[in-house]
């Protein structure tokens, strides 16, 4: 059961789900959140850059109006946090506006989305990220480096994915490596590889 929000824990899940030095923005992106009446619930931990970040896994706000005030960072930063938000549409919508962006804080939020179920946020991820491919790409070094330093939650990911081509999609794509988050999967691996040298074994 989901209980009644508090505003200061819900300042705690906005202010821990990016990095410090990203804190003063945080704080700019909370005043423009509409109140709800359902805490954010639970949260995955992973490391970005060097720092532990907590990212909510559910959020209940609804779309906030007054985002002019905010700047390019932070509407990035609103939009990542919507990626987490309860409608599938909308997390979409908000993966739309993030997934291009390089970012490093941003690599989390795209990568929890590629082990969901909705297979048109798979789409949208393959269609931002074609140069994951690209041995030169600045978006291939950020997600090996990512995957390099959270082996845990990308394994944790695969798994989601292989479990929702079970459940789901098996008819469509009887051979896994067509499911498109299978091909993602692989194309994160490669990233990771190269990031750190040798074959990633995850």
């Not at 932070?74 to 990626?83: A, F, G, V």
Request: aromatic share 10%; charged share 25%; glycine share 6%.
């Amino acid at each position: 059961m989901q209980l009644p929000q508090d505003r200061s824990s819900l300042a705690r899940t906005v202010t821990g789900a990016f990095p410090s030095p990203l804190i003063d923005d945080a704080a700019k992106v909370l005043a423009v959140l509409p109140e709800t009446r359902l805490s954010p619930m639970g949260h995955f931990e992973v490391e970005v850059r060097g720092e532990v970040v907590a990212i909510p896994s559910r959020i209940y706000n609804e779309e906030p109006d007054a985002v002019s005030q905010l700047t390019r960072i932070q509407r990035e930063m609103l939009h990542c946090l919507y990626t987490r938000q309860s409608d599938g549409y909308g997390r979409q919508r908000h993966l739309e506006m993030i997934v291009e962006s390089t970012q490093p804080w941003v690599v989390p939020f795209v990568m929890q989305l590629a082990g969901e179920y909705v297979l048109e946020i798979l789409e949208v991820i393959r269609e931002g990220l074609t140069d994951l491919a690209d041995p030169d790409s600045a978006r291939r070094s950020l997600y090996g480096e990512f995957i390099a330093h959270n082996q845990a939650f990308f394994a944790r990911t695969e798994r989601r994915v292989v479990s929702y081509w079970t459940c789901y999609y098996r008819r469509d794509y009887p051979v896994f490596g067509t499911y498109p988050g299978s091909v993602l999967m692989e194309a994160f691996r490669a990233a990771a590889s190269e990031y750190a040298g040798h074959a990633v074994a995850l």
